[in-house]
């Protein structure tokens, strides 16, 4: 190992339907990311986050607004192959927008495409298996893992983030690779910072075996920093997106706690939704060495390298965004951790009444006394704001 180099470089979300198909059209994902393709230019590994499912016959599921459901032609998947892309990670929360169907769909089509993935599957065994790669005589091994939808044991989904199954996993990896790759989509969607409990999640996996740690989820980028040897890169930021476009920004923010709770954030920063950065990692000598290229979205949604002074800020950006990991005092940790138990608080509420809906609509139930009572004590508690 110590005697071979090796590059690997990372991007992040890559979401090919809605806005970003219909900017498309036509052109292939190569013709497209010609503006930013030179920055992996001789990396020996490509690896994104793919956002969207990519079927053949699936359809979008209808649980939640069509807005948030995406879906993209399996055809697609060739093309990030001759466009470079080595592997994906698909342990994310729209991994099931299809359903079922959408997820073996594009399960079978990665497979015909030459792509390795990791980190969803047909039940939980699936979900959790490594992908190993094969290069220059290694075998780097890719684990991927998110907060939801989880797969079950007998059910589909995305390999879930908890500490001891990501142990496990990392163990096996590590046992079967030279180098391990760990991806975790996580975290707060458009914060500048990780909350702590996302942030002790990353950690985790650069303790436990991993040699370097993607994240993806929040669709803005965060900061750098070293757990000792392991580089932590937060969150690379959206590749192929359409969180950008003015009125997709406004739509979600107004529907998020930090829109709430920090609703100047898209003034603040006018650039910070087009910002991206392709992440390249070397490998030499027992060594490691990172290098960020950033990237800014077009109005078209086309990803074009920085150039210049525009390279020069978006640099300073990305310093200051790490440099803020290491001061626990900048005001960004507490409003994330705030927001954060907002919306967790949010979520809970939702599917506490959620359930008691579902256990009332049981035929049994409309004769129990004691469920009746039991359900009144529960929604007063809701109301109440009591736990």
Known sequence: MDSVELKLAFCGDIMLGAEVAQCMGNVTVEEWLKGVSPAWEGADLLIGNLETPCVIHATPIESKPPELVFKAPASRLQELVKAGFSAVTIANNHVLDCGRIGLSETLHELKNSGLYYAGAGMNLSEALKPAYIPVRGLTVGLVAFCYGPRAGYSSPGAAPCDLPVMHETLKTARANSDIVIAALHDGLEYSDVPPAETRARFRFLAENGADIVIGHHPHVLQGLEWQGSIPIAYSLGDFLFHNSLPHVTKRNFSRMALGRLAPEEVQRDPHKFMRGAVLTAQFRNGEKSIQWHPFRQGKD?????????????????????????L?????????????????????????????????????????????????????????????
């Open 327 to 387: 001061n626990e005092t900048d005001p960004r940790h507490s409003l994330a951790n705030e927001v954060r138990a907002k919306a967790l608080q949010e979520s809970r509420d939702s599917l506490e009444l959620k359930e008691i809906l579902r256990l009332m609509s049981k035929p049994k139930w409309r004769y129990i006394a004691n469920g009746i009572r039991w359900a009144s004590r529960r929604i007063a508690g809701i109301k109440g704001g009591r736990r």
């Open 301 to 325: 949604l086309r990803p074009q390298l920085s150039l210049d002074s525009t390279c020069s800020e978006d640099l300073r950006r990305l310093e200051n965004l790490s440099a803020a990991l």
